[in-house]
């Protein structure tokens, strides 16, 4: 299946890219490179496959969500551009 130059420019607004007019046969070539490769992986053959890598371990990688006192306190405030009541003072962000 090939690229077209108005699909290309069509995938381009949706994702919301200004490409140059000097840009769009690159961009066509990477778009069928990648759209070609997607095509043999797909075809892989994938029958009778005693193993898979990675499938799904299930268990947690993260460690256990616990609090912890952090001792000295005036070290990490040190070099605070602002600090408040033992705490880090930052500009307000939400309105």
């Known amino acids: 299946m090939q690229v077209s130059r108005e699909e290309l420019l069509h995938i381009a607004k949706l994702a919301d890219l200004n490409l140059k007019e000097e840009e769009i046969d690159t961009y066509l070539i990477h778009l069928q490179d990648i759209l070609n490769f997607a095509n043999i992986v797909s075809k892989a053959p994938v029958e009778n496959l ?3 890598i990675g499938e799904n371990d299930s ?11 952090f001792e000295d306190n005036e070290a990490l405030l040190q070099n605070a551009p602002e600090k408040e009541r033992n705490m880090f003072k930052i500009p307000k962000v939400i309105q």
Request: charged share 45%.
């Open 50 to 52: 005693s193993e898979t």
């Open 59 to 69: 268990y947690n990688v993260f460690r256990k969500d616990e609090v912890k006192v």
